[in-house]
């Protein structure tokens, strides 16, 4: 089936699914989040089961909107000029299996996929955290790239979880979203929690060694704690 087969609405919906989500992948070099080509967001269309998603091996200071590529639930190419993103059958995976989610994105930002690397959730011992992850960041399995191994993985590390980021071992952050520039925010703010909590683990580190009675560990948030920052921050905060 070809895009043009749809209806106009359709048309009309991925046209401005296109911008956005090539805008987006501009906010991946602006926050610091990629190097080269690799990473990728997609955002999932309201009105048919097709999603847009970057063209693989691309480097970002030659993506516009008509680059971008089109594809069904299956990860199957409807309209574009390029093969889809090589994570592509994740992306589809993750839209297949949770119909809440309209946006993922995956970066190999440096703190998290180091975290990543030793296969290592982050602590919740931030009130950030508590906010946007409800808890600790956790890992998801090993899967290599190609089929949907690494979105089986993301679905089933995430769906019963608050957190909308995952690190899959030995790869990096998978986020997800209401849209693509929710889960964007998300990579965002895992690469920022994933830096600063590593920090504050090798004060503690340093610490125990100059004052080992006086040094202080991280603290760990209580969960009922963090359930307060998540409610409050999910339906107070903002406009």
């Known amino acids: 089936m070809k895009l043009s087969d749809f209806p106009q609405e359709v048309q009309d919906e991925v046209a401005t699914t296109r911008k956005i989500v090539c805008d987006l992948h501009q906010e991946l070099i602006n ?3 990629v190097m080269w080509t690799a990473g990728n967001v997609s955002q999932r269309l309201k009105s048919a089961d097709l999603f847009v998603i970057k ?19 299956d990860g199957n190419l409807i309209d574009g000029t390029r093969k889809p993103s090589s994570d592509t059958a994740s992306h589809a995976y993750v839209y297949r299996n949770m119909p809440d989610v309209y946006g993922v994105t995956h970066t190999h ?7 990543a ?11 950030m955290m508590g906010d946007e992850f409800g808890g600790p960041i956790p890992i998801g399995p090993f899967a290599l790239i190609g089929d949907d191994s690494i979105g089986k993985g993301i679905v089933d590390t995430l769906q019963d979880s608050k957190s909308p980021a995952v690190l899959m071992q030995n790869h990096g952050p998978f986020t997800i979203g209401k849209d693509a520039e ?3 925010k998300a990579a965002a703010l895992t690469e920022e929690v994933a830096r600063t909590v590593h920090i504050a683990r090798q004060g503690a580190i340093y610490s125990k060694v100059l004052h080992p009675t006086k040094h202080k560990d991280l603290i760990k948030i209580p969960q009922e704690m963090i359930d307060s920052l998540n409610d409050r921050y999910t339906n107070v905060y903002g406009q």
């Open 31 to 33: 926050w610091g989040l």
């Open 55 to 73: 063209p693989s091996g691309v480097m970002y200071s030659e993506l516009t909107p008509e680059s971008m590529v089109v594809c069904d639930l």
């Open 109 to 115: 930002s440096t703190y998290a996929t180091a975290w």
């Open 117 to 127: 690397a030793r296969g290592e959730e982050i602590p919740c011992v931030l009130t």
């Open 182 to 184: 929710a889960s964007v």
